[in-house]
């Protein structure tokens, strides 16, 4: 599943993962990442989040990165932000406004320095995106670049489908299950579920696509 699948995903408009306000489990669990104004919190596959403007109302600097690039500009259109743009030597288009620089590009090939200069990273529903032999290859990136200690509040989704109601359907999204958040990031120095809430009720798409449970978990975890 590559960059392709996803900018294709934005052109037909299949992103029913965007919430369109800021994240419940990121309000009740930011705190616990305790970070200081002017701190810098990398968000990875950032979609047009607008946790990002939630991110800056709280004094941090942020730095996300997305490979779509419709999800960049309408990330700044929607919220009449007018960013100036270069090119990396990645290749990445890099769109800096005030606090805010978004990476536009392919998050396994981003430079180490970005990751390494993170006193935080928030990571919603990034490895729901990922099928399961994707997803050690990007834990392995925060494993090697962000510096020993810096936190991650992850937020994700465990759920369960009928396999009948879902003709197999096997995603993305792609369940997250504790099991499997312990074996991916167990060389980081420390892993804790901070809570979990349970969504079935609020997901139609989910339901329509046979879930029978879907909760949202969030945890802390320090590399
Ligand atoms: C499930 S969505 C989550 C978006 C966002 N975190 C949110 O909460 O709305 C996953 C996002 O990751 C992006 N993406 C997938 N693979 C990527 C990659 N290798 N590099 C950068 N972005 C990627 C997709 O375009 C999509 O916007």
């Known amino acids: 599943m590559d960059t392709g699948f996803w900018i294709e995903k934005w052109q037909q408009r299949q992103i029913g993962f965007h919430e369109g ?4 489990s990121l309000q009740q669990w930011f705190h616990a990442m305790r970070l200081a104004p002017g701190d810098h919190v990398f968000v990875p596959l950032c979609g047009k989040s607008q946790d990002l403007l939630w991110l800056l109302g709280q004094g941090v600097r ?5 490979c779509s690039p419709l999800a960049v500009n309408e990330f700044f259109a929607e919220n009449d932000l007018r960013p100036q743009s270069r090119e990396a030597a990645s290749g990445h288009v890099v769109h800096d406004c005030g606090e805010l620089s978004l990476w ?13 200069d993170a006193d935080g990273v928030y990571d919603r529903a990034a490895l729901i995106a990922l099928p399961p032999d994707m997803r ?3 834990v392995q990136k925060f494993r ?18 009928d396999p009948a109601a879902c003709n197999n359907y096997q995603g993305p999204p792609f369940p997250h299950t504790d099991a499997m958040v312990q074996a991916q990031y167990r060389d980081f120095s420390s ?3 901070l809570g979990q809430r349970d969504i079935l009720a609020n997901e139609p798409k989910f ?8 909760y949202e978990k969030t945890w802390l975890i320090h590399r």
């Open 207 to 214: 339901r329509a696509q046979g879930a029978t449970s879907v």
């Open 191 to 193: 892993i804790r579920k």
């Open 136 to 138: 050690q290859g990007y």
């Open 144 to 161: 090697q670049e962000l510096r020993p200690g810096t936190p991650t509040l992850l937020v994700t989704l465990d759920f369960q489908r």
């Open 104 to 116: 536009q590009g392919d998050f396994f090939s981003l430079p180490a320095a970005v990751l390494n």
């Open 21 to 24: 306000r800021p994240n419940a």
């Open 62 to 66: 942020v730095t996300g990165c997305e």
